[in-house]
């Protein structure tokens, strides 16, 4: 199975810093990496799919780049409506199975 | 609008049963794979299960495989997921979600949740 490795666990900034997610996955695959924010009591919001690829009506501050086993997730200016439980996901296809990373608290 | 309603969850005792339900609406459901996936407590998230279209493909993650069963019914627009032999390690928040992407695995849209909760 892949695992993914994703740090920090939380990470504490002011607004308007910029924040920086990683996610490392144990095996190579390809750009099958998205990104979710998660505030308490709700489900997840996809904001990233394809590694680096913004889902429609997602504020451009967020972004994502990456590819093979090593991703990152990037927050350009960060404001107080972010803060939340960031995850990474991977899809492998052969046979199908999705792992999500551990999660990373924001706070402010 | 496109929503997924979860219902079903509850406090039901080690080894029980229960059987969880989204409804979805706003959307050709027919068309999509859907998943679920779970949280604990405090915890991160876990895919628990996938099912596709036509029911031809379905996949279960390792630690609910042979006591999870999701089916679907696309007359009604609506996910199951039966879960028997449950275990204190079940207990979580389950979403219902709805899978894009050309090869899949991406989760778009989710219900709100239901809590079950394995307890004696």
């Known amino acids: 199975d892949i695992q993914m490795t994703q740090s920090p666990s939380s990470l504490s900034a002011s607004v308007g810093d910029r924040v920086t997610i990683t996610c490392q996955a144990s095996h190579d695959i390809t750009n099958y990496l998205n990104w979710y924010q998660q505030k308490p009591g709700k489900a997840p919001k996809l904001l990233i799919y394809d590694a680096s690829h913004l889902e429609t009506g997602v504020p451009s501050r967020f972004s994502g780049s990456g590819s093979g086993t090593d991703f990152t997730f990037t927050i350009s200016s960060l404001q107080p409506e972010d803060i939340a439980t960031y995850y990474c996901?991977?899809?492998?296809?052969?046979?199908?199975?999705?792992?999500f990373g551990g999660g990373t608290k924001v706070e402010i | 609008e496109e929503q997924l309603v979860e219902s079903g969850g509850g406090l039901v005792k080690p080894g029980g049963s229960l059987r969880l339900s989204c409804a979805t609406s706003g959307f050709p459901f027919s068309s999509y794979s859907m998943n679920w996936v779970r949280q604990a407590p405090g915890k991160g998230l876990e895919w628990v299960s996938s099912i596709s279209t036509t029911s031809t493909y379905i996949y279960y993650a390792d630690s609910v495989k042979g006591r999870f069963t999701v089916s679907r019914d696309n007359a009604k627009n609506s996910v199951f997921l039966q879960m028997n032999s449950l275990r204190d390690e079940d207990t979580a928040v389950y979403y219902c979600?709805?899978?894009?992407?050309?090869?899949?695995?991406?989760?778009?849209?989710w219900g709100q949740g239901t809590l079950v909760t394995v307890s004696s």
């Open positions: 996901q991977q899809f492998d296809n052969l046979p199908p199975t999705v792992t």
């Open positions: 979600a709805r899978e894009v992407g050309i090869v899949g695995g991406t989760y778009d849209l």
